[in-house]
């Protein structure tokens, strides 16, 4: 077991036992020169970073193989990292990312860790999905609003992707979920 670490940008993993050691990004096959926000899948076989360099993009390891891919290329920087959530079942990556497509706003999409499926889904950050995996909740600062105490919450249905207002009190956070028994 490990935990991965981002290091102002060195990606790192910790073993108990063993310490803190580095993450060679070109080992699998990466020439990024940052990689931040780490998210490690549900069965622990593959790890996810956000690659930034002159091409910023999405990549995935797969460390029992030693094998990487690199997947949803984006361009843009802003105010906040970049941030990743993998679906309970594996099957999707959420991305929160600022400036994709010249946007002033973050732009919230869901891809598949292969790289076979890549959907700009709506505005949002703050990506939490359903212990299922049906579903994705987000937040997003509408337009004009002077700060997140403003912001309202969405959610999203796996394969659909509509986004749904919830009618939640402005400012609302998605957290997480939680599954609950009748």
Request: net charge negative.
């Amino acid at each position: 077991s490990a935990v991965a670490l981002d290091q102002s940008g060195a990606p790192a993993l910790f073993r108990p036992g063993q310490g803190v050691q580095p993450l060679a990004l070109a080992d699998y096959g990466f020439g990024a020169e940052k990689a931040v926000s780490p998210a490690w899948s549900p069965d622990g076989r593959q790890l996810a970073w956000v690659l930034l360099d002159q091409n910023n993009a999405v990549g995935v390891i797969d460390l029992e193989n030693r094998t990487g891919s690199q997947i949803h290329p984006f361009s843009g920087g802003g105010p906040t990292l970049p941030t990743l959530a993998w679906s309970p079942d594996g099957a999707w990556l959420a991305l929160s990312s600022w400036g994709e497509g010249g946007k002033s706003t973050p732009v919230l999409s869901v891809m598949r860790p292969d790289g076979s499926q890549d959907l700009a889904l709506a505005n949002g950050v703050q990506p939490v999905w359903s212990p299922d995996g049906r579903f994705l909740v987000y937040s997003f600062t509408p337009p004009g609003a002077s700060s997140s105490l403003e912001d309202q919450v969405f959610v999203a249905e796996s394969g659909v992707w509509q986004p749904l207002l919830l009618p939640l009190e402005p400012g609302a956070k998605p957290i997480g979920w939680v599954r609950l028994t009748p």
